[in-house]
């Protein structure tokens, strides 16, 4: 079955440090995204690709960084910048990309982060 | 910039009504509108995709309605069963092709 995978489904991070999110899709599609979800804020856009090496920042980028490297993989890195890095992330893919957005978004089953 | 709204945030019925879930958008240059279903610590499964060009689209008890003039779109969901309670999640889709939220509502179906 084609489909998007996010690993691990729990991460634990200490504090200063590094720790990378891992989505895979195996949909053939050009353009991916990272979103988090905190309580009672909805989603909000980290960083997303349109193409492989290229990728531009969400509406929250600070203390994230992604890389594109292949069509199928999109890992996002917490930084030790990111001050309050505890929530649910999700990665998202989709077929087209630009002007010609006439397809819709799947998405993973998420990554729960906690800092401990 | 494109705000997206959900009214009210949770909502609670009886087994068997019928129902409807509202959502605003504030700038009616969208490309599509897709509603997605959210189960506790789950990921988001899309339920409808609605394109900008269309009026609605249906999926077994789902019915999704779209007046982009307006900026409003409707989830219908009849017969309502214990098993569609669930956030429910609207999107719409934009020229930059970033997709923009609404902050769901939570919906119980008692039995």
């Known amino acids: 079955d084609g489909g998007i995978t996010q690993s691990p489904k729990y991460l634990f991070r200490k504090e200063g440090q590094n720790v990378t999110l891992s989505c895979e899709q195996n949909?053939?599609?050009?353009?991916m995204y990272w979103y988090r979800q905190d309580p009672g804020q909805g989603l909000r856009l980290i960083y997303y690709?349109?193409?492989?090496?290229?990728?531009q920042k969400g509406d929250i980028a600070e203390g994230y960084s992604v890389s594109r490297e292949k069509k199928e993989s999109f890992p996002l890195t917490v930084t030790s910048a990111q001050k309050n890095p505890t929530a649910f992330y999700l990665c998202a893919s989709s077929l087209s990309t630009g002007g010609l957005s006439n397809y819709g978004y799947t998405f993973g089953s998420g990554t729960r982060l906690t800092v401990v | 910039k494109q705000e997206v709204t959900q009214i009210p945030a949770a909502l609670s019925v009886p087994e068997g009504e019928n129902l409807v879930l509202n959502c605003s958008f504030t700038d009616s240059a969208i490309y599509n509108l897709q509603w997605f279903r959210q189960d506790p610590g789950k990921g988001l499964t899309s339920l409808l995709l609605?394109?900008?060009?269309?009026r609605e689209q249906t999926s077994g008890r789902l019915n999704a309605s779209l007046d982009k003039s307006s900026g409003r779109s409707t989830l219908y969901i009849a017969a309502s069963q214990p098993g569609d309670s669930a956030t429910y999640l609207c999107a719409v889709r934009e020229a930059n092709s970033k997709l923009t939220f609404g902050k769901g509502i939570t919906l119980s179906v008692r039995p």
């Open positions: 949909l053939n599609h050009d353009a």
């Open positions: 609605i394109q900008s060009s269309q």
């Open positions: 690709s349109q193409i492989v090496n290229d990728f």
